[in-house]
């Protein structure tokens, strides 16, 4: 669903969360001139409309041990290219899927700690999935850049 009637004060808010999802009712209040009631029924309609998904933090896999991350390009069959989406889906060490256009129907991101266990993470949990066809795998040597949100 579209959400057509955002404002420049709901793109305010919405710039405001996404620099931080933790910013009161009033202190984002303060920085649009409106009350702490009119910031918390724009962003609970804003909520309702399905504008706002969540609320989330990001936490830096390198910190928490997880020093490996890869990209995979998979192609899939396209009888099976829902089964194989779901399959990865369950799996922790994955953190994005997309469906994509192009030879490689599906592009998979994953963390894991050390280079072994992504080789054995593909051995035995990837390879195994029916109806996969190819995959193509890259390895992240450095985080450039990384957005979770849009800008307004």
């Known amino acids: 669903m579209k959400f057509n009637n955002l404002d420049a004060i709901d793109q305010q808010i919405l710039d405001l969360l996404t620099q931080n999802s933790r910013m009161s009712y009033s202190e984002i209040g303060k920085n649009v001139n409106l009350s702490r009631v009119a910031v918390k029924s724009r962003i609970e ?23 490996v991350s890869a990209f995979f390009d998979i192609e899939a069959e396209p009888r099976y290219l829902y089964q194989v989406a779901a399959e990865l889906a369950s799996k922790e060490q994955i953190t994005d899927i997309y469906q ?53």
Do not use: C, W
């Not at 909520?47 to 997880?66: A, L």
């Not at 994509?100 to 991101?109: A, E, K, R």
């Not at 390879?127 to 890259?138: A, K, L, R």
């Open 45 to 67: 309609a804003l909520e309702k409309e399905g504008v706002i998904e969540q609320y989330s933090i990001i936490i830096n896999p390198q910190k928490v041990g997880r020093t």
């Open 100 to 152: 994509m256009t192009g030879s490689s129907n599906l592009h998979v991101h994953a963390v894991m700690e050390l280079n072994e266990d992504l080789e054995k993470f593909l051995r035995e949990e990837i390879y195994v999935i029916p109806g996969i066809v190819n995959i193509e795998s890259n390895l992240i040597i450095s985080r450039i850049k990384t957005r979770k949100s849009i800008r307004i």
